[in-house]
């Protein structure tokens, strides 16, 4: 037997909330979100949006938007500090037609956000949500002021890679700081890198990374890579040395690194390895970086977060209950879920860390490996958000997108 109509809250008005209301919404769930903000509003850097998060969009009917606001990439390319191409990927080698989006996380944030207030969701804003009671079979959402917000049939937890929640539900959840976070700031394409449509990495052993990423026809987002430490709020940025190292770093790209830092307007960002002993207890699920936060270095935190939104919407629409629902969303989004979150936790040191030697096995295996046609096809596999698990993965499908 279908289930019927649910009241549904959701915890965060972030890319997997705003998508999951949406989806939830539409199949005509009551659905109630929480934001701890008045005024919600996009955090952090221009994104790489994979074939799986574009075909989330398109089942929210936001591509068409998507595309004409990001800019088309087609492939990853990661040199040395010598210029030697040590990552060479092209989507096109899955299919033709393949390719992902660079977007300014404000202008998807802009994206979902209309999709959201345009369905029948209700958004509560200003509201920290701070603990999580249960109410028989249902879940109510405790807020700062103390005041309840619920009881829901299935409350979605989605409060972000910081989640307070986490811990109060899950106790034994683990999320610990990655010891190298980044700076990054979105600027204009003086030098027409989109017009190459890459995703641009150099790096220098594992302590100096610099990324470029067009995000719009005329933007692009620029990373730099710094120790979590020298990140927290208070800790002044030494903008004059890092412009020396990157501009020693990648000459080619000095206007870019010039034009950066000589407005100084970056933001910073920290991640998490987030682990969760499972992604629901009882009513309460967790979804996007709440419940499988990691490194960006396989640009997939974003497309992961829709993907478990459009599961969600269909776990419902399958089973007979919450609890099935819980299964099979677990069954959907368990494998890719965990190994994204372990595969970005195993490279992670080989790009951002203090042990500059583990950059030579890297670069002589990712060299070689992008020289086989098998080693592109895997990586770029998994750089496409295609892979299920260490030994199974998902293909597109034949107009080269991926089937939801
Ligand atoms: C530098 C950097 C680069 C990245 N690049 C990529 C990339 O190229 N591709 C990609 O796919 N991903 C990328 N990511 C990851 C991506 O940004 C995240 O995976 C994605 O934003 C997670 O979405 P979310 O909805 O789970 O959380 P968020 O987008 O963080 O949203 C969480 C929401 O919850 C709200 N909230 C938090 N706490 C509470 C509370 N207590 N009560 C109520 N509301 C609350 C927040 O205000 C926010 O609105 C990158 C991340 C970083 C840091």
């Known amino acids: 037997m279908a289930l019927g109509s649910l009241e549904i809250g959701i915890v965060g008005c972030g890319i997997a909330g705003q998508a999951a209301a949406s989806f939830l919404a539409d199949a005509g769930h009551v659905v109630t979100v929480l934001e701890r903000f008045e005024q919600p509003h996009p955090v952090g850097a221009g994104l790489l949006l994979q074939p799986t998060g574009l075909s989330v969009l398109r089942a929210l009917a936001l591509e068409p938007d998507a595309l004409a606001t990001g800019a088309r990439i087609d492939g990853l390319v990661g040199e040395n500090q010598w210029g030697v191409r040590v990552i060479d990927l092209a989507y096109g080698d899955l299919h033709p037609a393949a390719f992902g989006l660079g977007i300014r996380r404000s202008d998807l944030f802009d994206l979902l956000n209309r999709r959201l207030l345009g369905s029948a969701a209700r958004r509560v804003t200003g509201v920290e949500i701070v603990d999580v009671e249960r109410d028989g079979a249902r879940a109510v959402a405790v807020d700062r002021k103390a005041r309840r917000h619920g009881p829901f049939d299935l409350l979605v937890v989605a409060d972000g890679a910081h989640s307070a929640l986490r811990q109060r539900v899950f106790p034994r959840a683990r999320a610990p700081l990655y010891p190298w976070g980044c700076i990054w700031t979105t600027l204009p394409d003086t030098q027409a890198f989109g017009a190459i449509r890459l995703l641009r990495q150099r790096f220098a052993g594992t302590s100096s990374m610099m ?158 490996a992008c020289r086989t046609a098998i080693g592109r096809r895997l990586m770029t596999g998994a750089l496409a958000g295609l892979r299920r698990g260490w030994r199974s993965a998902e293909t597109l499908d034949a107009d080269g997108r991926y089937p939801l």
């Open 211 to 368: 990324g470029v990423l067009p995000v719009a026809p005329d933007r692009l987002t620029m990373f730099w890579s710094l120790p979590t430490p020298t990140l927290e709020a208070d800790q002044p940025l030494d903008l004059d040395a890092m412009r020396h190292e990157a501009l020693a770093l990648w000459p080619d790209a000095a206007p870019i690194i010039e034009r950066a830092f000589d407005t100084g307007d970056f933001a910073r960002a920290t991640y998490r390895h987030v682990s969760l002993p499972g992604w629901n207890d009882g009513p309460v699920l967790f979804v996007g970086d709440a419940a499988h936060g990691t490194s960006p270095q396989l640009g997939q935190g974003a497309n992961l977060g829709l993907l478990d939104a459009h599961a969600l919407a269909r776990s419902l629409a399958e089973a007979g209950d919450v609890p099935q629902a819980m299964e099979r969303f677990a069954a959907r989004r368990g494998p890719t879920n965990r190994f994204y979150g372990t595969a970005s936790h195993l490279l992670t040191p080989f790009f951002q860390s203090h042990h500059d030697l583990l950059a030579i096995p890297r670069d002589l295996v990712l060299q070689h």
